[in-house]
């Protein structure tokens, strides 16, 4: 498990949201150079994360990089989430449609913002668990299913966990 210094809240990367303390911290505030994530190839410059280096302006692609992993990889690697939805008593019929529009989801959003990711959609005893790296997308993503399925879904609920994450339960 991967626990930042100050080892009690952990911090959204919403790229809308003001940067925090712990996240200037961590990714260096005096720094002003790009970082580079070793694993997805994100590339971080002022605040903001973008898809790789060729997508930050020329004239500061020679600025110093340093590698380390992105807030999103590192959540991965240490089996953690800041959004997950239940979805429950699924029909078998629709599986294969919300598998599809979940992926979709998930590529669209990671388009947008290389922090913003569906994690994983797997089959548990529960029903299908969708993880995200970012409660607003689970929000987002679960409302939209909801319509979708507006006509089966009986009910759905929202709890928020320890620091942002945030559960949610689509009982079909
Ligand atoms: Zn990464």
Redo the contacts with the bound molecule.
């Keep these: 498990m991967t626990q930042r210094q100050n080892g009690s809240k952990r911090e959204s990367w919403n790229i809308d949201k003001p940067t925090s303390k712990t996240e200037n911290q961590e990714f260096g505030k005096g720094e002003k150079g790009i970082i580079i994530?070793g694993?997805?190839g994100?590339a971080h410059f002022k605040k903001r994360w973008y898809h790789g280096l060729e997508k930050i302006n020329s004239e500061n692609q020679n600025l110093p990089v340093v590698f380390k992993?992105?807030p999103?990889?590192i959540q991965i690697q240490s089996r953690q989430y800041e959004g997950r939805i239940i979805l429950e008593n699924v029909p078998k019929k629709f599986e294969s449609e919300i598998t599809n529009f979940v992926n979709a989801y998930g590529k669209r959003a990671y388009d947008r913002d290389p922090m913003h990711r569906v994690i994983a959609l797997k089959k548990n005893k529960e029903g299908l668990m969708i993880t995200t790296t970012e409660n607003q997308l689970a929000l987002k993503l679960s409302r939209k299913l909801k319509q979708m399925f507006a006509k089966v879904v009986k009910d759905i609920s929202f709890s928020p966990g320890p620091s942002d994450v945030v559960y949610i339960t689509i009982k079909f």
């Design positions: 994530c694993v997805c994100a992993l992105c999103a990889c």
